[in-house]
């Protein structure tokens, strides 16, 4: 399928505004689930492993700047944190995380850096996709897998997920195929739950992102943010 982008390059690209280059939903949800496309991408790696509901790295060194800095927060713990934990950990730098991503397509050729004004005084980067064809391919091959109601390997399961708990699924697939996708990603769950398919490192990966989700969205409601 399209190209060789990462999980988290695949779910930025999503997630932005393709015209004009922002990120259309600037959501807890979103956040927690770009730091959980990264520790998918270190699990596949082998820089990390999950115990139970617990990770652990497995070498202090990588070449990836999102995943040294998630390296560097695992080396803080004496014993191995769960993973909830550490995507909470991860919002403190998630949107450095983001910028590196997409600084990443800029040098690929995917997007473009367009420098403008807010309000005539603010300065700001939006960031237009130049290179449609990796995430057009993209799109095609998640509408095929839903389309033809196939189970899909485990990255793009999770990629499904992804997109489905920061409530993208219209932008990603059109309106008026909200409805039918939502369904199959429901589905999809609930099938890999039986059938196996789906690792316990992937699944617990799903399960810390919606616990950090209601445990960050009730911080910021007790904090008054």
């Known amino acids: 399928m399209g190209g060789k982008l990462t999980l988290k390059e695949r779910f930025v690209l999503l997630a932005l505004d393709d015209a004009q280059g922002y990120i259309i939903h600037h959501n807890t949800a979103y956040w927690i689930g770009l730091a959980g496309a990264v520790l998918f ?4 790696k082998g820089l990390v492993m999950f115990d ?6 497995l070498t202090p060194i990588a070449d990836d700047p ?3 800095r998630v390296l560097s927060l695992l080396k803080k713990h004496s014993q191995p944190p769960r993973v909830e934990r550490v995507l909470e950990e991860m919002w403190d730098s998630i ?4 910028q590196e991503i997409i600084n990443g397509l800029v040098n690929q050729g995917i997007l473009k850096e367009v ?9 700001i980067k939006r960031y237009p996709t130049v290179n449609k064809i990796p995430e057009l391919r993209l799109r095609k091959y998640l509408m095929v897998l839903a389309q033809e109601d196939r189970v899909p390997d485990e990255e793009s399961f ?10 993208l699924v219209a932008e990603v697939f059109g309106k008026k195929n909200q409805k039918v996708i939502s369904e199959y990603i429901e589905e ?3 099938v890999n739950d039986a059938s196996g398919k789906i690792s316990e490192p992937v699944k617990n990966i799903e399960t810390a992102l919606l616990t950090a989700i209601r445990n960050l969205n009730l911080q910021m409601v007790l904090s008054g943010g």
């Open 41 to 44: 991408e270190m699990l596949e």
């Open 158 to 167: 999770l990629l499904f997920r992804l997109v489905y708990q920061c409530g």
């Open 188 to 190: 999809l769950k609930e």
């Open 52 to 57: 139970d509901h617990c990770i652990n790295y």
């Open 95 to 98: 949107e450095d995380t983001q």
């Open 66 to 68: 999102c995943h040294v």
């Open 115 to 123: 420098k403008k004004s807010l309000l005539w005084v603010i300065p």
